[in-house]
């Protein structure tokens, strides 16, 4: 509390009042922060006699000075500028690896646009996506489709193709049963 004004020698009512709920928000300030941290966190910031204090501790600690974060931000820009969409994985597991790099990147201060992100999709998509991806190029204009769109739009026709994957497996799944039956009562 050693950052509010100490009263002065003959306070009045309205000084001591102030000076009182002054120093209850600055504890409630502190024991908010506190409650919400987890006890290795709150070790770190026992030792702080303000708020701001321990706000400027934590601050120092997660994102640090303006040279840490840069470089955290070029490291994350990179991992982004790496990032490609497996053979194995949907097209919802891959925009949601490439999403949390998205956030982490914006919780940085740092701007990425929609549209650089649209062209990172685009790119890094395996083969079997190139004649969506050429039908998009034709039927509309890439640089005012918004990630949504182009999410709902990769989305429905990767589910359309499991769908008919799922269709055509379960047909000769009864066709094979079937057979055996066929041969049987032909040869009776």
Excluded at 146 to 153: A, G
Aim: hydrophobic letters at 35%; charged letters at 35%; one cysteine or more.
């Amino acid at each position: 509390m050693s950052d509010i004004q100490l009263l002065k020698e003959d306070p009045t009512v309205a000084q001591i009042k102030n000076y009182n709920d002054e120093a209850m928000r600055r504890l409630k300030a502190k024991t908010c922060i506190h409650s919400v941290v987890s006890d290795i966190i709150f070790t770190r910031i026992l030792a702080c006699e303000t708020a701001k204090e321990t706000w400027d501790t934590l601050h120092e600690a997660f994102q640090g000075n303006e040279r840490t974060r840069q470089m955290q931000v070029l490291n994350l820009r990179r991992e982004f500028e790496m990032l490609r969409m497996k053979e194995t994985e949907t097209i919802k597991e891959y925009l949601d690896r490439l999403l949390i790099v998205v956030n982490k990147i914006c919780l940085l201060r740092e701007v990425l646009l929609d549209r650089i992100i649209i062209k990172k999709v685009l790119v890094s998509l395996p083969e079997r996506f190139e004649a969506k991806i050429s039908s998009l190029e034709d039927s509309r204009d890439l640089t005012k489709i918004s990630l949504t769109e182009l999410m709902n739009s990769l989305q429905t026709q990767e589910q359309k193709k499991m769908l008919r994957q799922e269709s055509s497996s379960t047909e000769r799944d009864f066709l094979a049963k079937s057979q055996p039956s066929f041969k049987a009562k032909k040869e009776g």
